[in-house]
């Protein structure tokens, strides 16, 4: 098998060592055009613990001032976690408070029910039913309430699971039921968003 030589150009390779400098300025120049065409910082503007979102001051559909949300959730979440249907109020509370233009006040009503129902309970309750330290949904509840959710639990939901009332946290309000809460918000003019 003849091999291939090239006598004639014994150099047409640059080295390794007069490679490097070519590599390392091709790396920071892909570096630089992903921080230009996509990689953007995420941010917490109000609620710090979940909920990231990237500020679009030019995007399209801007948040609007004086929304009204009404978001349902009945997503099942793992039994030592937050629920994500939780997860997902804090990042509509960042999407208002900072994730475009400026920021745009929100109104947000939640209630959870079906399999979210238990995302509700006090430490205790919570640790007796699941075995665990507490309620890992607690410490974004009141989060989201100091930010000025109104969070509610179905009363059907808990009498059908049964769990006393005084069972649910104090971040947390129950509702006669799901449906009412809905329902009452739709009537006040509240957009209604579905987590199932």
Not at 118 to 137: R, W
Not at 157 to 168: E, F, T
Request: hydrophobic content about 45%; glycine content about 8%.
């Amino acid at each position: 098998m003849k091999r291939w030589t090239f006598p004639q150009y014994p150099n047409a390779l640059p080295s390794p060592s007069r490679l490097a400098p070519w590599f390392v300025a091709a790396g920071l120049l892909v570096a630089g055009l992903g921080a230009v065409f996509g990689a953007q910082a995420f941010v917490h503007p109000k609620i710090q613990s979940f909920g990231r979102v990237v500020c679009l001051p030019d995007a399209a559909e801007q948040p609007r001032a004086d929304s009204r949300i009404c978001v349902d959730i009945t997503t099942e979440g793992p039994d030592s976690g937050v629920n994500p249907g939780v997860m997902k109020l804090a990042r509509f509370v960042n999407i208002y408070a900072g994730a475009g233009r400026e920021p745009a006040n929100v109104a947000i009503t939640a209630v959870l029910h079906g399999k979210a129902t238990t995302a509700a309970l006090s430490d205790a309750a919570y640790a007796k039913k699941f075995g665990s330290q507490g309620n890992p949904n607690l410490p974004l509840l009141r989060e989201l309430k100091a930010a000025g959710l109104e969070v509610y639990v179905c009363g059907q939901a808990l009498a059908g699971l049964d769990i006393p009332r005084d069972d649910v946290a104090s971040e947390v309000q129950v509702a006669v039921s799901a449906l009412t809460v809905n329902v009452n918000r739709q009537m006040d003019g509240f957009a209604y968003i579905p987590l199932h």
